[in-house]
């Protein structure tokens, strides 16, 4: 299958006794597709975007993407962006600073990064405002330019977790609407975790409800 295909996939945290926060989860993200994640605080949906990023080292189960194995690849081999709650942005960064941060990373040459900060720019409503400091931007600027400093490399899959959460309820709405647009406009691969069912169908072509580390419903 091309796109996410997660197979079986559990997460084991040590303790006594152990906790399991994913517990054989199985499921298919299709290229191009936005689905939610959609379950309470605690139900394992982080431990399992976290393990699909490679962040969280799973006990059991696989990770593949377009065919390919990347359970055990490295985070920075496996071609996955992710958006955190907070955003998890550079202070020291201008805007345009932070969006080329991964281009800078991978080597891309000066004009490419300047053209590709500029289409990302202008594709999460930021056009013009490229120099200015981050502590100069709202909370939802901010989630906006973390978005596109996560496109910036062009991911093949995106992982956002809780990313409009600390927003203020009119706002999380206006952007829900937003990113549903930027997303669909990129035409890449996401999977959002949410506990809000109203912003999963505002921003998602599907919704995979969770609850105590498995897949209830899809």
Do not use: W
């Not at 997460?11 to 994913?22: D, E, H, I, M």
């Not at 975007?49 to 059991?60: C, F, Q, R, T």
């Not at 920075?76 to 942005?89: S, Y």
């Amino acid at each position: 299958m091309s796109g996410l295909s997660v197979t079986e996939l559990s997460v084991l945290y040590p303790g006594r006794p152990p906790v399991t926060a994913v517990d054989g989860v199985s499921l298919e993200v299709a290229t191009g597709e936005i689905v939610a994640l959609l379950g309470p605080s605690g139900c394992g949906k982080s431990s399992l975007l976290g393990a699909i990023v490679g962040i969280v080292e799973p006990s059991a189960g696989a990770v593949a993407f377009d065919g390919e194995d990347v359970t055990h690849t490295p985070i920075h081999q496996r071609g996955f962006g992710l958006v955190f709650q907070d955003g998890q942005l550079f202070p020291h960064r201008s805007v345009a600073g932070n969006i080329a941060y991964g281009l800078d990373a991978n080597g891309t040459g000066r004009l490419e990064r300047e053209v590709r900060v500029a289409e990302l720019l202008e594709l999460v409503g930021l056009a013009g405002l490229g120099d200015r400091k981050i502590t100069e931007l709202s909370g939802g600027q901010r989630q906006r330019v973390a978005l596109a400093r996560s496109l910036a490399p062009r991911p093949r899959l995106l992982c956002l977790d809780e990313p409009l959460s600390s927003l203020d309820a009119e706002l999380r709405t206006r952007l829900a609407d937003d990113l549903r647009e930027v997303l669909t406009a990129s035409g890449i691969t996401a999977l959002l975790v949410t506990h809000d069912p109203a912003e999963a169908a505002r921003i998602a072509d599907r919704t995979v409800k969770m609850h105590d580390g498995r897949v209830t419903t899809a």
